[in-house]
């Protein structure tokens, strides 16, 4: 077994306390992660709150992990001691339905693993990246390109991912125009890969408070969704839009905005249901579509692709004992744009 450090909660709204846990025994495919970096998303605030249900407690979040091998199973092929590696929002699938053989794990027919609040094959709970290790089978873990930080190569394991697989997966390129609606931990990252990616990309947010941002970042254009009139002047316009908010908008406003054949995919993952009004999508051929995270083997294709186009999250490194704090900050939109715990101050 292996101890080690960690930040838990015993419930909805408590804070954070310092916690030991065990990470199991390696396993001949096993990889013993030493972890440096863990981001904060947005699911680690809900699921700790309880908002998608109760969670398991005593609770360590955190699917946004970096950091260094420290061990490797007798049978491990892709890793060994030294190497920089990841883990993301999943760490174990059945691997034979028809979904994980298609590489969509994150589909996976009985359920993935999450890296927190799941069950692993041992019957023990999962408990996620803030803390100082823990333990993965080797197909989940992801190899981080030299070129990319270990504390902002982070993130890029759920807000890269979850951007970055429907922009691949719809095509975002060279003579398309994508909207992302949000711009915070995911919709920042879903500008900058999508402008990676050669398509010409819009920002629509309430206000125009993070143009300046968002400009930078590869957008071409930035609208205020408080505005009225951006609706009318954006009709019609769009072959994608990734709308990043979980919380409860008008959809059929944004669905205005896609042309013929457009899509527009949530990752926002709100608590209410949105009303679709089935006559935004049939004039234009419309479609509405989810998106979850992405692939094993598609995650490696992101993090290869950051690091050859030198995308990076901007982030806020803070210390264990600041995660309270951060969680405030985040639901108030008050970040920019991702707080990453370094792990050394667990
Ligand atoms: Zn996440
Ligand atoms: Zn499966």
């Keep these: ?34 972890i440096h970096y863990a981001g904060i998303c947005h699911s680690d605030i809900h699921t700790a709150h309880g908002d998608w249900g109760e969670a398991h407690y005593p609770l360590v979040p955190g699917h946004e992990i970096a950091g260094i091998v420290k061990e490797v199973g007798s049978d491990v092929t892709k890793f060994q001691p030294g190497d920089r590696a990841g883990v993301g929002c999943m760490v174990e699938s059945c691997g034979s339905c028809e979904n994980c053989e298609a590489g969509e794990e994150q589909y ?11 069950v692993d094959k041992y019957g023990e709970p999962t408990q996620g990246g803030y803390s100082t290790h823990i333990v993965v089978t080797e197909d989940f873990v992801l190899h981080i390109p030299e070129n990319l930080p270990l504390d902002a190569a982070a993130p890029l394991l759920c807000a890269g991912i979850t951007t970055f697989s429907p922009l691949n997966r719809w095509q975002a390129g060279p003579g398309k125009k994508v909207a992302v609606v949000g711009l915070g931990g995911l919709g920042h990252m879903a500008v ?34 408080k505005d009225e009139e951006t609706f009318d002047t954006l009709a019609g316009q769009f072959d994608l839009i990734i709308n990043t908010v979980s919380a409860k908008i008008n959809i059929n406003d944004y669905l205005s905005l896609l042309r013929l054949d457009g899509t527009l995919v949530n990752v926002g993952a709100p608590a209410e249901p949105l009303d679709v009004h089935v006559f935004s999508l049939i004039p234009q051929r419309r479609s509405f579509a989810g998106s979850l995270i992405g692939g094993i083997h ?22 264990a004992d600041d995660i309270d704090d951060a969680y405030e900050r985040v639901q108030k939109s008050d970040v920019k744009y991702r707080f990453v715990i370094d792990t050394s101050t667990l």
């Design 1 to 34: 077994m292996v101890m080690a450090k960690a930040r838990a909660v015993d419930g909805p709204h408590q804070s954070f306390r310092k916690a030991d846990i065990q990470r199991r025994e390696l396993d001949k495919h096993d990889v013993l992660l030493e």
């Design 108 to 118: 996976c027919l009985k359920g993935n693993t999450p890296t927190y609040d799941g």
């Design 192 to 225: 900058k890969i999508a402008n990676a990616m050669g398509a010409d990309v819009t920002v629509l947010s309430q206000t125009l408070n993070k143009q300046d941002d968002g400009l930078r970042f590869g957008a071409s254009a930035y609208y205020a969704t």
């Design 298 to 319: 598609e995650t490696q294709e992101m993090l290869d692709f950051c690091a050859k186009h030198e995308i990076m999250p901007e982030i806020e490194v803070i210390s």
